[in-house]
């Protein structure tokens, strides 16, 4: 059971926006930085966003990520084929004194 | 070009220990924090340590606290995990990662390692 939660599946079509969560607590998400990373099946991840909204150069700005509260968001607009991978959300909890992720979520492009 | 290239995983039966490295290049070793980041078959990320840039600070996740051992040496550019008592569960494929800045996690990473506890 992961700390930070997210949905284990998402989708959406070509063109389209989607939204993936992640649900934390005031220990992780409620009082530090969010991050997102993608991965595709048989390769390391890729950082996608840091510091909740920051996008690192090269990645498209269709990627954006928001916080409200204990919970985290990371939206991708104009939705493409090449977005299919996993995704997951990572933050500092004060409680266990480590970083902690999100159990991932599969997002598909029907 | 920054690389980072692990070595060391293979089959180890359980209740054996392993060391994995992580060697590096195109950056200055010497002023990054790292990491090693798990995943097991079919399954998520796991965070499972730091270590700072002297190597003085270290934190580790509660699955791992005990048995495992990150150290670095950056003379040689190279980070370990000292891997003991290994059971089914640390089954998985080992990522070093960099941290760009305290702020800015994970920005590289490693293709991974794969460590496989088994009888």
């Known amino acids: 059971q992961s700390v930070l939660t997210q949905p284990p599946s998402a989708s959406g079509t070509p063109g389209q926006g989607v939204t993936i969560s992640c649900s934390g607590s005031?220990?992780?998400?409620?009082?530090?930085?969010v991050y997102w990373y993608q991965q595709f099946p048989g390769t390391a991840p890729k950082l996608l966003i840091y510091?909740?909204?920051q996008r690192p150069s090269g990645v498209p700005d269709r990627f954006s990520g928001s916080n409200s509260g204990t919970s985290a968001s990371l939206a991708i607009s104009g939705l493409r084929s090449e977005d299919e991978a996993d995704y997951y959300c990572a933050a500092w909890d004060d409680s266990l004194s480590g970083r902690v992720f999100g159990g991932g979520t599969k997002l598909t492009v029907l | 070009e920054v690389q980072l290239v692990e070595s060391g995983g293979g089959l180890v039966q359980p209740g054996g220990s392993l060391r994995l490295s992580c060697v590096v290049s195109?950056?200055?070793?010497?002023?990054?924090?790292m990491n090693w980041v798990r995943q097991a078959p079919g399954k998520g990320l796991e965070w499972i340590s730091y270590i700072s840039v002297t190597g003085r600070t270290n934190y580790y996740a509660d699955s791992v606290k005990g048995r495992f051992t990150i150290s670095r040496d950056n003379a040689k550019n190279s980070l370990y995990l000292q891997m003991n008592s290994l059971g089914d569960e640390d089954t998985a494929v080992y990522y070093c990662?960099?941290?760009?800045?305290?702020?800015?996690?994970?920005?590289?990473w490693g293709p991974g390692t794969l460590v496989t506890v088994s009888s």
């Open positions: 510091m909740n909204n």
């Open positions: 005031g220990s992780n998400i409620g009082n530090n930085f």
């Open positions: 195109g950056f200055t070793f010497s002023n990054y924090i």
């Open positions: 990662a960099r941290d760009k800045d305290s702020s800015t996690w994970f920005d590289y």
